[in-house]
């Protein structure tokens, strides 16, 4: 059984780094269609009717106190720091309003799995399903299997009017991806002044 909310923000230090395998390569200029999400804040979000800057950043699965993380889960290459990575966009959530950005977390986890998260790690947006998974096939998002399950990987979408404008992929560490979504979204800001 997991030993509470610390076993989660620690990363291990040898982590595995996963590797650019060209699996988000297609997804820079694509236009998202209209494929409303439910949220853990209710109601639905569709993506792709989103005025502004919206960035996704999309998480396997998060770890839950009462229960433990599948059989060999830190040696799958970009799978371990869902909870780390959802931190760091807490942490970050104002700076990245400030950029003019709003944020959202997306994992093929259900709501009700997804709110439990959501309110024990205080996150101040909605976390999205996409349990069945109309997102990720219609995107063309990355995913893997574990226990039967098709769980997405790691990346961070950058959606400007409903068009991926900037992917991040593969992200490592998940703890430093709110800072470096951050950092580009500055420099995009100074280019543009």
Same mark, same amino acid.
């Given at each position: 059984m997991a030993s509470g909310m610390d076993n989660f923000l620690q990363l291990p230090a040898d982590l595995p780094e996963p590797t650019d395998d060209g699996a988000a390569d297609h %997804? &820079?200029?694509r236009h998202l269609a /209209? %494929? &409303?999400l439910a949220s853990t804040s209710g109601g639905r979000v569709d993506l792709s009717a989103l005025p502004g800057l919206t960035v996704v950043y999309c998480y396997p699965m998060t770890g839950r106190p009462d229960r433990d993380l599948p059989p060999g889960w830190d040696e799958i290459p970009g799978a371990r720091g869902c909870t780390p990575q959802s931190c760091s966009f807490r942490d970050h959530h104002e700076e990245l309003g400030e950029l003019g950005a709003r944020v959202f977390g997306l994992s093929t986890?259900? *709501?009700e799995y997804q709110r439990e998260a959501a309110e024990r790690l205080h996150l101040p947006f909605a976390l999205?399903?996409?349990?069945? %998974?109309t997102f990720a096939e219609g995107v063309g %998002? /990355? *995913?893997f299997e574990v226990e039967g399950d098709v769980l997405v990987k790691r990346l961070t979408m950058i959606v400007d009017e409903g068009v991926i404008s900037k992917v991040f992929y593969p992200v490592f560490p998940p703890n430093e991806s709110a800072q470096r979504v951050v950092e580009w979204l500055s420099a995009r800001d100074e280019l543009e002044e």
């Open positions: %997804l &820079p200029g /209209p %494929l &409303p986890q259900d *709501t999205l399903s996409d349990e069945d %998974l %998002l /990355p *995913t």
